[in-house]
């Protein structure tokens, strides 16, 4: 039997059909050739809950909401049928709940009771009707938000009103300001870089310093052991009897330093023996003159000795000029100052 171009066209566009339906109800997670549990919750509002959102407990997924339903023509709520995706036990006081996510779709959480029987396909599980926690933050920070956009807005308008009176010169102003912040940062960069920055480098030289205490705890605690030692030496001495002492000894000192003082000063005075010898220039040069002749006689015996001893048993001789001056001796200097 031969089939016409027009059976398989049609037969094909049944096929494509019926794949694009199981593949759409594939991807919404729904089963298709199994009956899956079926339960009802009824919300007063559904937020921004849609169709096949997950459904889930403890934040595993276990079904997905597959339609919405009004109550009444009046519509004072909504029931939300969910299909259940995996076998899971639920019990009757568990209660459902739209969880909103600021960075998702919303989703329906289900907490766990603790009862004993469990829901059936077909039940209606308890929803609570003040919403979750989320979407009360949301519904209390719309007002703020819409004031901060307009704030926004009314902030966007000054900008523009700043950028309309600044003249060309302050504009300028700014960019070269801008260009020495982007300078400023880089240099920031380059001293913070944590391999070849001065501030790493810095930091690696005080870690090699703590390393080096480190390794000499030991001899810097010995060292300061050996310094609280001396310093209970030191308080332990009879430090005030030495300072006394000491005292006394200065005070002896002083005494005889006036002593000693008030006997120069008295050798220094015309009016004793010693000052007057000191300071008198004319006995100085008497005892000169004194001394000189003293040493010609000297020499004079010592030349002419017969002058003084004479013994003659034939008779006398001629005596020799007694000397005038000292003569020459080996064991002086030949020059007189």
Do not use: C, W
């Not at 031969?2 to 066209?9: G, P």
């Not at 019926?18 to 509002?45: D, M, R």
């Amino acid at each position: 039997m031969k089939i016409s171009n027009e059976a398989k066209v049609g037969l094909l566009a049944i096929i494509a059909i019926i794949i694009l339906v199981i593949g759409f109800n594939f991807l919404k997670g729904k089963k298709l050739f199994s009956k899956e549990p079926i339960l009802f919750a009824e919300f007063k509002n559904l937020g921004s809950l849609e169709k096949s959102n997950s459904v889930k407990i403890n934040g595993l997924v276990v079904g997905t909401v597959y339609n919405f339903a009004p109550k009444d023509k009046e519509v004072s709520s909504i029931i939300v049928e969910i299909h259940l995706t995996r076998d899971v036990l639920i019990p009757r006081n568990s209660v459902a709940l739209i969880a909103g996510s600021p960075l998702g779709s919303a989703a329906i959480s289900i907490k766990k009771g603790t009862a004993n029987e469990f829901l059936k396909s077909g039940d209606t599980i308890s929803t609570n009707v003040g919403g979750d926690l989320l979407g009360d933050l949301k519904e209390q920070l719309a007002p703020t938000m819409t004031r901060i956009n307009e704030t926004l807005d009314s902030l966007k308008l000054a900008i523009g009103s700043i950028n309309s009176i600044f003249d060309p010169g302050t504009n300028r102003n700014l960019q070269t300001l801008i260009a020495h912040m982007t300078i400023s940062a880089a240099n920031l960069q380059k001293l913070l870089n944590s391999e070849s920055g001065a501030l790493a480098q810095t930091l690696g030289n005080m870690n090699a310093v703590t390393g080096n205490l480190a390794k000499n705890n030991d001899a810097i605690t010995h060292s300061i052991r050996n310094v609280e030692i001396t310093t209970s030496s030191l308080a332990n001495a009879r430090i005030q009897e030495t300072v006394a002492a000491l005292e006394g000894t200065i005070k002896e000192l002083q005494g005889a330093a006036g002593g000693l003082k008030g006997s120069v000063d008295k050798i220094n005075s015309p009016n004793g023996t010693i000052g007057a010898l000191m300071n008198d220039r004319k006995l100085y040069d008497q005892l000169n003159k004194a001394a000189l002749g003293l040493e010609i006689l000297l020499d004079d015996v010592r030349v002419h000795p017969k002058r003084y001893v004479n013994i003659s048993v034939f008779g006398g001789k001629s005596k020799p000029d007694p000397l005038t001056s000292p003569t020459v001796k080996d064991t002086i200097p030949t020059t007189r100052q």
